[in-house]
């Protein structure tokens, strides 16, 4: 049982470049969310889907795109990579939104721009 | 929004002594807080969460408390041990929101 699978796990992007970070689940989860994490600062949401064919913004969506694919996937897109994005980026799932499910994580995607 | 703070941001015990870890929540409407335990090179897992209408829950050495009047709720972990040692999450959410609101996180050594 994989749970949340994220790829790639490291990744070194140029300033401007752009990429995707593709996360995948196993356990039939309706809703998905990307996660970035940095130092004294937590865990900060930054885009979520609650079901399939929606998604909402976060606390720091700017800079980001996300798309939900399916049900079982949902992706990140930095489409003009900065500095400030660097991170370490967290894909987590919950069978239904908010209070009612907990929360599963990947094991993340270290992200450095030069 | 909610506002989610956590203390202490370290934390170092003997093993076998219990550490404490507390959080406090602004928004009234919250009604559910998870713990997550992060390894070093691993995402959150969960641990042990609680919901408003309990005051406390205890699962073998860990336990959580929560005090709704005054917004605060805290991790307890008795008789550490060295695998104990990670970062520790505390969160809040409420059955309506889609969204769950960290604190910073407390990094805990437990020494041998």
């Known amino acids: 049982n994989a749970g949340v699978t994220q790829t790639p796990k490291f990744q070194v992007l140029k300033t401007g470049q752009s990429m995707t970070l593709q996360c995948a689940q196993d356990?039939?989860?309706?809703?998905m969310y990307w996660y970035r994490q940095d130092p004294g600062m937590g865990l900060r949401l930054i885009y979520y889907s609650a079901s399939e064919g929606t998604t909402d913004k976060g606390e720091v969506p700017n800079g980001y795109n996300v798309s939900r694919l399916n049900k079982r996937e949902f992706s990140l897109r930095l489409e003009s990579a900065a500095p400030s994005q660097t991170s370490v980026y967290f894909c987590?799932?919950?069978?239904?939104?908010?209070?009612?499910?907990?929360?599963?994580f990947g094991n993340g995607t270290r992200l450095t721009v030069t | 929004g909610e506002n989610v703070e956590q203390h202490p941001s370290t934390l170092s015990v003997q093993e076998g002594d219990s550490a404490v870890i507390k959080c406090t929540y602004s928004d009234s409407a919250s009604n559910y807080f998870p713990w997550y335990k992060q390894e070093l090179g691993k995402g959150p897992q969960l641990i042990i969460d609680?919901?408003?209408?309990?005051g406390e829950k205890k699962d073998q050495r860990i336990a959580v408390t929560l005090n709704k009047t005054a917004k605060h709720f805290s991790l307890h972990i008795t008789e550490t041990q060295p695998e104990d040692s990670a970062v520790y999450f505390c969160a809040a959410s409420t059955s309506t929101g889609n969204q769950f609101y960290f604190g910073t996180g407390t990094s805990l050594t437990v020494i041998p």
């Open positions: 609680i919901r408003s209408n309990v």
């Open positions: 356990m039939n989860h309706n809703s």
């Open positions: 987590a799932s919950s069978e239904v939104p908010g209070a009612n499910s907990p929360l599963h």
